[in-house]
């Protein structure tokens, strides 16, 4: 929801935040000379853009607008930004939430395939458990923006009864901040965007070496 990373079998590895903005007019045309901007450059220049976080809740927003676009160029420029070889077979493995509806998962699958040769999905926090070979007697919390995964391990692919999906996340933790920060500081100029630069800097129990 917040960041896509596309990690590739040479080690490769991109990140990008889930921003797709297109140039208001031709003076931004102008200004930024590209026809179309990704990530933090979308975020930094949004005044001059049509931007577009084409994910919510972990999945991709239904119905809205230039989302689905967005969603379909921001996986093309993940893949280009991978150097994947043209003219190669391209197959991806795309995480989702736990719980994410047959209805957000076809639509996953439609876009994604428009990009890829082959596509398959995966519950996220499966995937980090297969990752850290805990098959068994573990359960695995996966906090991302749009929504808090939990997988129970119990030696064997889990089934729904053993996921479930929360959709306070980040993006719920940025709002409280956001209030609060502006409930205790009404004549501060605070948005959204810093709010998430406070959180990702500060907010961690882990002590920096």
């Not at 230039?66 to 969603?71: K, S």
């Given at each position: 929801?917040?960041?896509?990373?596309l990690?590739?079998?040479?080690g490769?590895?991109?990140?990008?935040?889930?921003v797709v903005?297109?140039?208001r007019?031709?003076?931004a045309?102008?200004?930024?000379?590209?026809?179309?901007?990704?990530?933090?450059?979308a975020v930094?220049?949004?005044?001059?853009?049509?931007?577009?976080?084409?994910?919510?809740?972990?999945?991709?927003?239904?119905g809205?607008?230039r989302?689905?676009?967005?969603?379909?160029?921001?996986?093309?420029?993940?893949?280009e930004?991978?150097?994947?070889?043209?003219?190669?077979?391209?197959?991806?493995?795309?995480?989702?939430p736990?719980?994410a509806?047959m209805?957000?998962?076809?639509?996953?699958?439609?876009?994604?395939?428009?990009?890829?040769?082959?596509v398959?999905?995966?519950?996220?926090p499966f995937?980090?458990?297969?990752?850290?070979?805990?098959?068994?007697n573990?359960?695995?919390?996966?906090?991302g923006?749009?929504t808090?995964?939990?997988?129970?391990m119990?030696?064997?692919?889990?089934?729904?009864?053993?996921q479930?999906?929360?959709?306070?996340?980040?993006?719920?933790?940025?709002?409280?901040?956001l209030q609060?920060?502006?409930?205790?500081?009404?004549d501060?100029?605070?948005?959204?965007h810093?709010v998430?630069?406070?959180?990702?800097k500060?907010?961690?129990?882990?002590?920096s070496?």
């Amino acid at each position: 929801t917040s960041r896509s990373v596309l990690v590739a079998d040479d080690g490769k590895k991109v990140v990008v935040e889930s921003v797709v903005g297109w140039p208001r007019d031709v003076i931004a045309i102008k200004m930024l000379g590209e026809s179309i901007v990704f990530g933090a450059e979308a975020v930094k220049n949004r005044e001059s853009l049509d931007v577009h976080w084409p994910l919510a809740d972990g999945v991709i927003k239904e119905g809205r607008g230039r989302d689905q676009e967005a969603a379909e160029e921001l996986i093309r420029h993940l893949l280009e930004q991978a150097e994947a070889p043209k003219g190669r077979t391209v197959c991806g493995v795309v995480g989702v939430p736990a719980k994410a509806s047959m209805q957000s998962k076809s639509l996953l699958m439609g876009i994604a395939g428009k990009c890829m040769d082959h596509v398959m999905l995966i519950s996220e926090p499966f995937a980090v458990a297969y990752h850290e070979k805990k098959l068994n007697n573990a359960i695995v919390v996966d906090i991302g923006a749009g929504t808090t995964d939990l997988c129970a391990m119990k030696g064997r692919i889990p089934d729904d009864k053993n996921q479930l999906t929360l959709t306070k996340a980040g993006d719920y933790v940025d709002r409280i901040l956001l209030q609060s920060l502006k409930g205790k500081y009404p004549d501060a100029s605070i948005t959204i965007h810093l709010v998430k630069k406070f959180k990702e800097k500060f907010g961690t129990v882990i002590h920096s070496k």
